[in-house]
C-alpha cells in the first residue's frame, strides 16, 4: 500500500496534476563585487552568459539583475585591470536563490583592459595551485546518491577512496588514513563533521553540514595552507553564505531518511532597506528508526543536528559572525520479530552510541582602512559525548564487554593577518588551544580499566608569501608553521617546523607546470594521549607527533574558459606513525568503523608511503553538460615495529576511478550520474578461535593483513531532478538509485553463532560464516520546496 501510494504521488508530480506555471514568473538576482582586501568595486559588470541580461554595481558593490526566467546560467563579472571571473551552473529559482558574491584579483595589465585570461579558467588559489577541487551549493545539492550529505559528496573527489562497504563517510585520500584529514567551517575548526563518528577519527554514516548553508566546499589533498595545523592528507573547508538580508526566505527538504527545515532573514530591518544583522538556521530530524522498525530491521538510528549563522555588518570595515553546528545521535538495536541470521549477528555485534556535539564560534573580520589588508579573529569552542558500549547481551542491554564513556572539549583562538605589500602578500598569524578530556574505559576482552583526566595548551604560530611574476606567468607563495604542547614530552616549536613552497609556471599559453613540497605534522588523538593501563599510568604521553612530507609535480592544460585536464603525481612519506602494541600494526590500518581509534597502548615508531599518479578532466556547465572524471593510481604500505617492512594498507586498492556527471535538459529537467570503482583491496581476516572465545567481540587477526583481497567496488549511482517555479514557492523533486546494476558491495566476511531455524544456538557453539545480499538497488525520493 505504501509504494503504491508513494508512485501515485510520484506521478503526479512528474507527469501532471499540478497547477499551471505562469509563463511571467521571473526572478531577481542579487549579490557584490569586492577587491581581495573586501573594499567594493563600483561600475563592475555582471551578466549572464549567453543572454542581453546584466547590472553594473553600485557604490557599495551591489548588483541586481532583474526579471530573469528561472533556469541554469553561466554567471559572469567583468571590470577593468581585474581578472574576469565565471560562477558556472547557478540555478535562478522564482524563491530560495541566494546571493552570488564574488572577489575579484587584480591583473597586471595597463588599466583600460577587461582581462579575460586563465582567472576566467578553472583556477585554484595560488598558495595551493595543484591538489585542490571546489564544488559551488548547485553541484553539491544535485549529486547523485549524496542525498544532499556535503561529507558523502567530497568522497567521489579525485583521490578519495570509498569506504569498505560504501556506506560511511570517511575521507580516505591518496592512500592515507581517515584521521588525516582536518575540517573547517568559515575558518572555524570542527572536528566531527559526522552522526555517529568514530571517536579519534572523524568518519561516520552520515553527515552533519546542510548543504542550504553552503556557498562552496573545498578539498585539498597537498599544498596545505600554513594557517591550517594538523593535516597529514587533507583539508576540507566549508564556506557558508549569510542569510538573506532583504526578505524572509526558508526551505523544507525532504527525503528517504530525513526531513529538513531551514529559516533565513534579515534581523531589525527597517522598511525598504537592507537589513545589517542576518540569521540562516536549520534543524533537521531522522525517521530511519521508525523505518527501519517497519521493515523489520533490528537498527534503530535517531538523529537530529542544529546549525546556525547570525552575521551582522557593524560598519564599512568591520564584521561579525556567530557560527553554531551540533549533534544529537542515538544509536540502539532491538531484536526483529522473526529470526533472521544476519539480522541476528547485527543485533549481537552492534554497539549502542550516545554521542552529543556541538561547536560554536565568533568570527571577527576587520578591514584596513587603507585597503592595504584585513585580519580575522576566531574563538570558538567544540565539544564531543561520547558513550560507546558493547553489550554480551545486546537484546537486554546486559553484561557489559566494552564501554567508552567520554568526553573532548577544545577551546580555541585563531588569529590570522592578511597584508598586501606591493605584489606582495603576506599572511601570518597564531593559534592558541586549551584542550580537556576525560574518560572512563572497560574493555573486557582486552582486560583493561581506567579512568582518565588529561587538559593542556596546544599553540602554533604561521605565515606565508606569495607572489606573481613575469606579468602572471608565475606564481610562487613559500610558508611555514610551527606547534607545540604542553603535554606531549618529546617534541618543540623547532621540532615542529614545517616549511612548504608552491610554484606555479604558465611556460605556453593554455599550459600551466605546478609543482609542491611541504612538511606537515599533526599531534596524536585525545584517545592516545589519554590512555592509562590498569596502574593509570599515562604510558603515551611520550608519543612524538606524526610527520607527512609531500612531494607533487603536476601539468594542467586549459582547453576553454571552462574545461581542463591536469595530471599530477605525488609522493608521502610517513614518519612516527603510531602502532599498536597489541596489534603490532600501524594505526593508519584502522579507523573507519564504529568504534574508538587509539585508545590503547602505541609506540610512535611507525613509517608509511604513499605515491602514485593522478589524471583529471573537468568541463564546468556547458552546452548544457558539466561532469569531472578521474582516475587515480597508487601505492599505500606502512610498516609495524619492523620499520624496514612496508606492507599494504587496508586502503591500496591501487586503482581508483570517479565519474559525476550530468546534463540539463529542457523544462528544467536534469538528469545526473555518480559512478565509483576501486581496485582490490587488503583487508584484515577474522581471528575465528579467539572471536568464538570472546563473542560477540569480533577480534582481527592483524598478523594476516595482506594475505587477501577484497573484490572490486563498482558503484553506479543515477539521479533526475525536475524543478517548477510558481509566485510564491520553488519545487524541486528528485529521484534516484543507488547501485542501479546491482552490483555486489564488496565487504570482508561477517560471522556469527550456529543455529537452528528457531535462533537456538547448536551446541557446541560454533561460528558460521553469514550470507548476505550486498548487490540490491537502493532507490528514494527527495522534495526541495523553497519559500
Not at 56 to 84: E, H, M, R
Not at 674 to 698: H, I, Q
Not at 755 to 778: A, F, H, K, M, V
Amino acid at each position: 500500500m505504501y509504494k503504491i501510494t508513494l508512485s501515485i504521488f510520484v506521478s503526479a508530480l512528474f507527469f501532471g496534476n499540478i497547477p499551471k506555471i505562469s509563463s511571467q514568473v521571473t526572478s531577481n538576482l542579487f549579490g557584490t563585487v569586492v577587491d581581495e582586501v573586501g573594499q567594493p568595486i563600483f561600475g563592475a559588470s555582471v551578466f549572464l552568459e549567453g543572454t542581453g541580461q546584466g547590472a553594473q554595481t553600485d557604490f557599495d558593490g551591489n548588483y541586481t539583475i532583474k526579471n530573469i526566467t528561472p533556469g541554469s546560467y553561466n554567471l559572469v563579472v567583468s571590470y577593468i585591470g581585474y581578472k574576469t571571473q565565471t560562477e558556472y551552473n547557478i540555478i535562478v529559482r522564482s524563491k530560495g536563490t541566494p546571493n552570488y558574491n564574488f572577489v575579484l584579483k587584480e591583473s597586471v595589465q595597463q588599466l583600460g583592459e577587461v582581462v579575460v585570461s586563465n582567472a576566467n579558467k578553472i583556477s585554484r588559489p595560488r598558495e595551493t595551485p595543484l591538489s585542490t577541487q571546489s564544488l559551488s551549493a548547485v553541484e553539491i545539492a544535485t549529486y547523485p546518491g549524496s542525498n544532499n550529505d556535503v561529507v558523502q559528496v567530497a568522497q567521489t573527489l579525485p583521490g578519495v577512496s570509498p569506504s569498505i562497504g560504501g556506506f560511511r563517510n570517511d575521507l580516505i585520500i591518496r592512500g592515507g588514513a581517515p584521521n588525516e584529514t582536518v575540517y573547517y567551517l568559515d575558518g572555524m575548526e570542527i572536528p566531527n563533521i559526522n552522526h555517529f563518528s568514530t571517536q579519534g577519527s572523524a568518519g561516520g554514516p552520515v553527515g552533519l553540514i546542510n548543504v542550504s548553508f553552503i556557498d562552496n566546499v573545498t578539498l585539498s589533498t597537498s599544498a596545505f595552507g600554513a594557517q591550517y595545523d594538523n593535516p597529514l592528507s587533507g583539508v576540507l573547508q566549508f564556506s557558508q553564505r549569510n542569510g538573506n538580508s532583504r526578505n524572509f526566505t526558508g526551505n523544507f527538504r525532504v527525503s528517504a531518511s530525513e526531513a529538513a527545515l531551514t529559516l533565513e532573514g534579515p534581523l531589525f530591518k527597517k522598511s525598504g532597506e537592507k537589513g545589517k544583522t542576518t540569521f540562516l538556521a536549520s534543524v533537521r530530524r531522522s525517521y530511519l528508526q521508525f523505518l527501519f522498525e517497519a521493515i523489520g530491521l533490528p537498527f534503530r538510528p535517531n538523529y537530529w543536528d542544529y546549525q546556525y549563522k547570525i552575521n551582522h555588518k557593524i560598519n564599512t570595515y568591520n564584521d561579525i559572525s556567530l557560527i553554531g553546528i551540533g549533534s544529537i545521535d542515538d544509536f540502539s538495536v532491538e531484536s526483529p520479530d522473526d529470526f533472521d541470521a544476519e539480522q541476528q549477528a547485527q543485533l549481537e555485534q552492534a554497539p549502542f552510541i550516545n554521542q552529543r556535539t556541538n561547536a560554536i564560534g565568533v568570527t571577527w573580520k576587520n578591514r584596513f582602512k587603507d585597503g592595504s589588508g584585513f585580519m580575522e579573529t576566531t574563538l570558538s569552542n567544540n565539544t564531543l559525548v561520547n558513550d560507546f558500549t558493547r553489550f554480551e547481551d545486546a537484546e537486554n542491554e546486559t553484561g557489559v564487554i566494552f564501554s567508552n564513556d567520554a568526553r573532548e572539549s577544545e577551546t580555541k583562538l585563531r588569529y590570522a593577518l592578511t597584508k598586501f605589500i606591493g605584489d606582495w602578500k603576506l599572511t601570518s598569524g597564531f593559534n592558541l588551544q586549551h584542550s580537556d578530556y576525560e574518560n572512563e574505559t572497560l574493555n573486557i576482552t582486552d582486560g583493561l580499566a581506567f579512568t582518565t583526566q588529561i587538559d593542556f595548551f596546544k599553540y602554533g604560530f604561521f605565515s606565508n608569501l606569495t607572489k606573481s611574476f613575469f606579468d602572471d606567468k608565475l606564481d610562487v607563495s613559500f610558508g611555514f608553521r610551527m606547534d607545540n604542547d604542553s603535554f606531549t614530552e618529546e617534541d618543540n616549536l623547532f621540532s615542529t617546523f614545517s616549511p612548504r613552497l608552491s610554484l606555479s609556471y604558465e611556460f605556453s599559453e593554455n599550459w600551466r607546470l605546478n609543482g609542491s613540497l611541504g612538511r606537515y605534522y599533526k599531534l596524536p588523538p585525545y584517545t592516545i594521549l589519554g590512555f592509562r593501563d590498569n596502574n593509570g599510568i599515562l604510558i603515551n604521553q611520550d608519543s612524538e607527533y606524526t610527520l607527512s612530507d609531500h612531494v607533487v609535480i603536476g601539468l594542467q592544460h586549459y582547453f576553454g574558459p571552462s574545461s581542463s585536464i591536469s595530471l599530477e603525481g605525488f609522493y608521502k612519506r610517513y614518519d612516527d606513525y603510531p602502532v599498536s602494541v597489541l596489534d603490532g600494526v600501524s594505526l593508519a590500518n584502522k579507523g573507519a568503523d564504529f568504534e574508538i581509534l587509539g585508545s590503547e597502548d602505541v609506540e610512535t615508531v611507525g613509517r608509511g608511503r604513499s605515491y602514485g599518479a593522478e589524471l583529471q578532466f573537468q568541463q564546468k556547465l556547458s552546452n548544457n553538460f558539466y561532469g569531472i572524471f578521474a582516475y587515480t593510481w597508487f601505492y599505500s604500505e606502512f610498516t609495524g615495529f619492523d620499520r624496514n617492512v612496508f606492507l599494504p594498507s587496508v586502503w591500496d586498492s591501487r586503482h581508483l576511478i570517479s565519474f559525476t556527471g550530468g546534463y540539463k535538459l529542457k523544462r528544467n529537467w536534469e538528469i545526473s550520474a555518480r559512478y565509483r570503482f576501486a581496485g582490490e583491496t587488503p583487508f584484515v581476516p577474522t581471528n575465528l578461535e579467539e572471536t568464538l572465545e570472546n563473542y560477540p567481540e569480533v577480534v582481527l587477526d592483524y598478523n594476516r593483513l595482506g594475505e587477501e583481497n577484497l573484490n572490486v567496488f563498482s558503484q553506479l549511482d543515477v539521479r533526475i531532478d525536475k524543478k517548477w517555479n510558481f509566485t510564491k514557492l520553488s519545487l524541486n523533486v528528485f529521484a534516484e538509485a543507488q547501485n542501479i546494476l546491482g552490483q555486489d558491495i564488496p565487504q570482508p566476511a561477517e560471522y556469527g553463532l550456529n543455529r537452528d531455524s528457531n535462533g537456538t544456538i547448536i551446541q557446541p557453539r560454533s561460528l558460521i560464516e553469514i550470507e548476505s545480499d550486498t548487490g540490491q538497488i537502493i532507490p528514494s525520493i527527495g522534495i526541495v520546496v523553497d519559500f
